[in-house]
């Protein structure tokens, strides 16, 4: 609907551009004929009205165009963090942050443009061309079709020419634009790193190499833009001259009245204001399509290179989508009772299409291969294993961010795979070696556990975790900035707060997937100590390859390296 408004106040906007050069010029013919001025008082009327109704007229085309484009900004987002939120992780892990950033940013706001810029003008320009054909032809049959030749000229021969001199263009430009920004990302994430290793300078230059490159095709698309505006205002200036042309002989064998040539002579050249931005339009079109390849390479897995003759892309290769799951089931009754039964899972090597250009290989051999547990409700089971025995693995499997295919993973008897995912993951508690914190509060990054705890809740959880006394004696307290990733907490610190999320979770599994591998052995106790302190009647799955913690443990399951 919107759209349909937005066009119909151009097509509108622009008849009246037409509508005030035409009354104009044929008030003044006729005034200079001297004539009653009650014989031109329906023109003197029609001029007021179109110069007024001209500019109330723009004004809301482009109120309305501007709408449009906010509300599908809006649209657009939101589409894409739905479509990409039950792929993650599985299938977004081989994308850089900064690819991921470009599309969601870059290529969205490339998209936003694509009716106000390029749909909206072809369909006004379509309705002016008919319009104003049906109105020569009413004067002279050979003006109507010598418009109508002119207009096509100039909207559409000139924007095919533009779309494909600039088809190359728009691809190479979202392609130089992401990667610069992958570039970028790079260099602010690990700049603690390159200036350790003195390769600030170094990094400056790449990406000052994609400034330039990305610069220079600009500069093309500059190029072309100028071309066809010089094109365009070219034609718009024949079209004039051809009227007056074919126009003549009109008037001087009487088939045409003269007061009205100078009106069908500026009537043409507005005309050629509806066709003037096709040929942007088609420039327009060249990112757009880049861009809506690159959003759809992720959100849309039909459109991908791994499908299968069917259309369908293989199982292991993506995390079910949420709207294709069964709706959620009767409750898991609590404490849930853990079995996995020859579990064999083998990570894809196709049917996933790459995200970038540097993606990691993935192997064919198992990552994990006839692995059977059993975890009874209050039990606490280590697992142990050199890197790659595929103890993260069984984690991510568990989780439900890949799908296996072979064997069984049940919580009291029932397949996890017949139960919706975040029914699987409430009965889930991870702590893993690397915790994410968002940039933003301590507060906020706790009660991302559990949006509806109250403070005292909060407070007792961090409390638990022998976080809160740190907490409260920093200035702000909870609502301390914690910076981009944590960044401003030491790795303790950091996992305390995990503990203090597990424990506001209150899932009756904890999963502890290397918690303390990067911290120092003191720290290491004290953190283990607090968890087993913490949870005497859940069940516990600790997967190291360090000793600490192992004295706790009821049982001690080792995974061997399968290649």
């Known amino acids: 609907g919107w759209v349909a408004l937005a066009v119909l106040l151009g097509a509108l906007t622009i008849g009246s551009s037409i509508g005030l050069m035409g009354a104009s010029a044929y008030l003044i013919s006729a005034a200079a004929l001297q004539p009653s001025i009650a014989d031109l008082g329906v023109t003197i009327v029609g001029v007021r009205f179109f110069g007024l109704s001209r500019g109330i007229l723009r004004y809301l085309e482009r109120l309305v165009t501007h709408n449009l484009t906010f509300r599908l900004l809006a649209r657009l987002r939101v589409w894409f963090y739905e479509a990409i939120e039950p792929l993650a992780p599985a299938r977004l892990q081989h994308a850089h942050s900064g690819d991921l950033l470009s ?16 749909v909206g003008p072809v369909l006004v320009a379509a309705v002016i061309t008919l319009s104003m054909t049906l109105i020569m032809s009413q004067y002279a049959p050979r003006l109507a079709l010598a418009l109508l ?53 170094r990094m400056a230059q790449r990406a000052a190499g994609s400034t330039a490159e990305l610069a220079r095709i600009q500069r093309r698309f500059a190029w072309i ?8 205002e070219f034609l718009a200036q024949f079209g004039v001259w051809t009227a007056v042309a074919l126009a ?20 043409t050249i507005a005309a050629f204001e509806a066709v003037q931005p096709l040929p942007l339009a088609a420039q327009q079109l060249t990112t757009t399509l880049a861009a809506s390849r690159r959003l759809f390479a992720i959100a849309d897995p039909s ?3 791994g499908a299968t003759s069917s259309g369908q892309v293989p199982h292991s290769s993506l ?74 693995t069984l984690v991510n499997l568990l989780l439900r961010f890949w799908e296996y295919e072979e064997g069984r993973m049940e919580l009291n008897g029932r397949d996890i795979r017949t139960l919706h995912p975040d029914q699987v993951r409430q009965q889930f508690s991870v ?29 007792a959880a961090a409390q638990a975790a022998a976080i809160h006394d740190f907490i409260t004696q920093l200035p702000q307290g909870y609502d301390t900035e914690v910076g981009e990733q944590g960044m401003q907490l030491s790795g303790g610190q950091r996992q305390r707060i995990a503990i203090a999320r597990a424990i506001l979770h209150n899932a009756p599994i904890l999963i502890l997937d290397e918690p303390t591998a990067n911290l120092d052995g003191e720290t290491e106790r004290q953190i283990l100590n607090t968890i087993f302190h913490l949870t005497p009647a859940r069940s516990l799955l600790l997967i190291t390859h360090r000793p600490a913690g192992l004295a706790n443990m009821d049982e001690i399951v080792t995974l061997p390296q399968l290649h």
């Open 248 to 267: 003549i002989p009109l008037v001087t064998s009487g088939q045409l009245n003269g007061v009205y040539l100078a009106g069908l002579a500026l009537m």
């Open 303 to 305: 459109t991908s290179s």
């Open 149 to 201: 030749l002119l207009l096509l000229l100039g909207g559409v021969a000139l924007p095919v020419f533009v779309h494909f001199s600039g088809r190359r263009l728009g691809s190479m430009l979202i392609a130089t634009r992401t990667q610069l920004q992958v570039q970028l990302v790079d260099g602010i994430q690990g700049m603690a790193d390159l200036q350790a290793y003195g390769q600030t300078e």
């Open 103 to 118: 599309r969601i940013v870059g290529d969205i706001e490339t998209l936003q443009e694509f009716y106000a810029r390029v």
């Open 431 to 459: 702590i893993t070696q690397d915790t994410y914190l968002f940039n933003s509060s301590i507060w906020d990054n706790l009660k991302l556990a559990r949006p509806t705890a109250s403070r005292e809740e909060i407070e």
């Open 319 to 392: 995390v079910t989508r949420h709207s294709s799951l069964p709706n959620p089931q009767s409750p898991i009754v609590n404490p849930p009772h853990l079995t996995i039964r020859n579990l064999t899972f083998t990570y894809p090597t196709d049917g996933q299409p790459p995200l970038t250009a540097h993606r990691s290989p993935i192997t064919a051999h198992p990552a994990l291969q006839n692995f059977s547990l059993d975890l009874p409700p209050g039990k606490k089971i280590a697992l142990v294993g050199p890197s790659g025995a595929g103890k993260s």
């Open 225 to 232: 833009h100028g071309l066809h505006a010089a094109l365009g």
